[in-house]
């Protein structure tokens, strides 16, 4: 699989429900980070968790990440209508370069 | 104030033009970075620079070539267009290489005919 691929790719959901994505990742990384790309709009940062951190929260949003696995996931809590949306992972192998995985289409239904 | 801006927000053109895209960033970032957006939203880095340094040169046809005239701006020129090259392009800065977030500008949509 890609190198910061997110699963499912797809999510619809009703507003208020919660959305959780997934990425994935294959060797050891500096740290991870998630964007939110709205339609016609460039990359927005949401959050950056280190490798030394599990669990990490702003907002609505709450990220893990289990380095042992290899893996991470977003929750958006108590979803809105705004926040329908591509969500990135993008891993830092510490090689100047952040890996973006191939996005995750959250569409949340009022 | 627009954080990283880019011009223009699209571009049409025929094969075999040349083209230029140009960015700039208000933040008092050093590095600044160029991203290429596919179609299935893959999105992928074609260059970075460090305070007007090249640092990043991924495989990219020659046809395509940045320039820095300063730490705040960096433009993107590409000779021959081709129809691949048919893409969203997004410009990015950050502070301190990639330990922080990155921040992007609003993409330039280039088709070509």
């Known amino acids: 699989s890609q190198q910061g691929e997110e699963d499912p790719q797809a999510l619809s959901i009703q507003e208020g429900e919660n959305a959780t994505m997934n990425c ?9 980070q998630w964007y939110r790309q709205n339609s016609g709009r460039g990359l927005v940062h949401l959050i950056l968790i280190r490798s030394n951190e599990r669990e990490k929260h702003s907002g609505r949003l709450r990220v893990t990440l289990d380095t042992s696995k290899k893996s991470s996931s977003l929750l958006i809590t108590a979803s809105r209508a705004a926040d329908t949306a591509s969500y990135f992972c993008a891993t830092d192998y510490g090689n100047n370069r ?8 959250v569409v949340v239904i009022p | 104030d627009t954080a990283v801006s880019q011009t223009p927000k699209y571009l049409v053109t025929q094969m075999g033009n040349d083209k230029s895209i140009k960015c700039e960033q208000n933040l008092g970032h050093d590095t600044m970075y160029w991203y290429k957006q596919d179609s299935k939203k893959f999105l992928k880095i074609m260059f970075s620079y460090n305070n007007k340094e090249l640092i990043i040169n991924e495989t ?13 701006h960096l433009n993107l020129h590409i000779n021959s267009l081709e129809l691949g090259d048919s893409a969203v ?25």
């Open chain 1, 24 to 32: 994935s990742y294959k060797t050891s990384i500096n740290n991870l």
């Open chain 1, 98 to 105: 952040l890996a973006f995985g191939k996005g995750n289409q």
């Open chain 2, 60 to 72: 990219v046809p020659n046809r395509f070539s940045p320039k820095s005239p300063d730490k705040a």
């Open chain 2, 89 to 113: 392009y997004f410009c990015a800065s950050s502070q301190a290489g990639l330990v922080t977030e990155q921040f992007f500008g609003p993409g330039t949509r280039l088709t070509v005919l």
